[in-house]
């Protein structure tokens, strides 16, 4: 039934829109998310798919036009990246708190300044309160399928919050890999008919979409964003599980590589994973017992499920592709040590990546290395570290 | 002639130079683009003006973000579409230097409409040299405000429809209605003598500037070859034949003529 076609980790995230058919697709160009919806525009204009095209002016207006459409009761999808997702950020915020399941794949890539177009994460690590399910994508079938389930798991009666399918820009938006396709037919089937929980011009229950609130209720709404996040969790699980039944491949919240007899592990998100697995096999053919934790769903945080994995391994290194400046370190280290400070592990931070810059197996072979002499010497060292910086 | 040694410098044609003002980095721009025109323009009215330690530029995001690699002069760059308010605050502090925004279609009137509208009405005084080349160039092609109905961009495969897409849309004229705007001139880069006239609207505008008149802007029809799927020469006449009757070339306003009339 699956077709194995060569796609980059655009083409993927387009063929997913195609296979879905959304109602109404933003779009605005940004370097590297571009060509996916260049590839997408092609099929709105030769009829693929009946979607409603809108070349707005700006991600902010991308933005507020699917909140708008979202609104008005249709299934609605953007993409962006970098400065794009930053421009949209307020709308974002609001798209959440409206309870408005877009989805959007982000092309991970540096925000200015300096200006640059490479990949790191500082760009969805910005959002990570904005209310948005955070999906991260190792290769182009996850960006594929990813994007999918976004739609199932957004659209869920107990969750209905925006999803971002994150893909690391130009390592995976710009090479090409075997994907294989569930096609339109299957997709379909798969998230199934949108019927929107609230629309507007619902003539039996008219209703008011974003309004006013204050001293009164605004708290009660954050309250009931938190709760929508909570059940996003089994959602994210619940839609990964049932798209492993129909395709094979399975999807958690996150993946375990290799852990289960690790000695020393990392943790990570996107490409980096591929990459880390690699190194975990080449360290283990010396010896080591090296694991990969590859986190899938970044938001919801499972912090209870990485801390007993962590605790279990007992001496992780958390790597960030992003810093978050004055709390020392990045976001997913920080997140993952509040989580295990009862378990007491070894646990190290490595930022790196930024802007770009490339990481290997041999660097990440190098700190399972560390790991073990950490593990040895029950000496830590130094909490918060980088790998490929000049200094 | 014939006893030249390889040391000796090649004899360059008559009167070319580079200006002063121009770094000698290799060029990125496609062929047949007007970027570079434009760039070489800017730095020959400032060498000739005498301005190159006046002068400090915003450069955009677009094909034109390599702008401080060409100028030797300080440039800054800034946020897509933010350049004249960058520009406004440059020039609030430092009121007695030339200040220039330079900024492609996109830049200008899509992401950054309400900046340049502001910047105008407010009638600061800078100068923003205005790239009009009908499309986003630096993003691959897709459709800028200024696309022509019926041009085919990758956001409009199947051409620019108006109901749907709007129409291009006249940046000088929308401007000339503001009472901030001083002095307001599309040009065309389509020959050499359009060229010329190119030079002269920045000279004006940089005089307007100086005379503290308010907001200046010159709009230059720019060909993007690479996405108009054209090669440069039949850029240069798509320029003559299509761009210039939706976008005509001229003064669209000048203070400095209507103070003399009041005179
Ligand atoms: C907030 C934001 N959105 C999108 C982009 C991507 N982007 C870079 S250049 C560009 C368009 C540039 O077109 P234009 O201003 O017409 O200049 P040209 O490249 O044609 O000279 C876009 C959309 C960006 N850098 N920042």
Redo the contacts with the bound molecule.
Sequence with gaps: MAELVGLTGNDAGAEALKDVNPDVVAV????PQTELMHKFSAYANDGVVETELIPVE??HSAQSACFGSAAAGARTATATSS??LA?MSEICYITASTRLPVVMPVVNRALSGPINIHCDHSDSMALRDAGWIQIFSENAQEVYDNTIQAFRIGEREDVLLPVMVCLDGFILSHTMEPVELLGPEAAQKFVGEYHPAFSLLDTDNPISIGPLHLTDYYFECKRQEVAAMENARHAVADVGREYGELTGRNYGIFEKYKLDDADVAIIALGSTCGTAKVAADQAREKGIKAGVLKLRMFRPFPGDEIAEIVNAVGTVAVMDRSISFGLRGGPLFNEVRSFVNGGCPQLVNYVYGLGGRDINATEIESIFAELVRIKKSGDTGELYRYIGLRE | MSSTTAAKKPKRPHGYRRPDTLTDAPTHFCPGCG?GIVHRLVAEVIDEMGLRESAIAVA?????VLAYDYWKIDVSEA??GRTPAVATGIKRVQPDKLVLSY??????AA?GTAEIIHTANRGENITVLF?N?A?????GGQM?PTTMLQQKTATTQAGREARVHGNPIHVCELLATLDGSAYLERVSLSSPSNVRKGKKAIKKAFETQLAGLGFSLVEFLSP?PTYWRMNPVEALKHIDQALSKVFPPGVVKDKTREEGKDA
């Design positions: 605005f160009p940004i370097t700006s991600e400065q794009g421009l | 970027h955009p995001v677009g094909c034109g946020a897509h900024q492609g279609d996109g830049d200008l992401i790239i080349n499309i986003y160039g630096m993003t800028a993007c």
